[in-house]
């Protein structure tokens, strides 16, 4: 059986109206949408695929959470494998700043074979501040992996904080 067989033609028509599709027009499509969603995947960790971070694998940055309160801000920051040591807390013109470097060196030998891995990663977040803080009584625990960095409210931005009431409609 030959092409010709399962196509239909007609001679009586000599201006057949042909229709051509691109078929690589959808699964361009379908590509670029399977490449979105890994760089969303990707980009929850702080890396996006063919950054300079992705491709050097040593920059992370770590979850940071802010809780604001009536007297104060609390800004925890997750940073397992590190110490108090390796991490930075610095306050300027109304943002907190968080740096740090982690460095993790192990070896074992197994059967006379000797397995080594180092890796190294450094990370710097900012977090604006959205009110006045009592730089003097600033205080930053680090404990189990997590900074913990406690921001009191000047009693000028306490006196701005006002608890709206909801009612049920």
């Known amino acids: 059986m030959s092409i010709r067989d399962l196509v239909s033609w007609n001679s009586n028509k000599k201006d057949v109206p042909v229709r051509r599709e691109r078929r690589e ?15 969303d995947f990707w980009s929850d960790f702080g890396l996006a695929p063919m950054s300079a971070a992705w491709m050097d694998r040593s920059a992370f940055t770590p979850r940071v959470e802010v809780k604001e309160t009536e007297d104060r801000l609390d800004v925890s920051a997750e940073l ?32 006379g074979v000797t397995y080594s891995e180092c ?18 009584k600033v205080k930053a625990e680090f404990k189990n992996g997590v900074l913990t960095v406690t921001l009191p409210k000047t009693a000028k931005a306490r006196a701005k904080t006002r608890r709206i009431e909801v009612k049920r409609g």
């Open 80 to 111: 397992p494998g590190m110490t108090e040591k390796d991490v930075e807390v610095v306050l300027t013109d109304g943002t907190l700043t968080l740096k740090g470097e982690k460095r993790e060196e192990k070896k074992e030998e197994h059967g």
């Open 119 to 136: 890796s190294y990663g450094s990370f710097q977040r900012s977090i604006p501040l959205s009110c006045e803080i009592e730089e003097d």
């Open 25 to 39: 027009e959808p699964f361009r499509e379908l590509q670029r949408r399977v490449n979105s969603l890994f760089e």
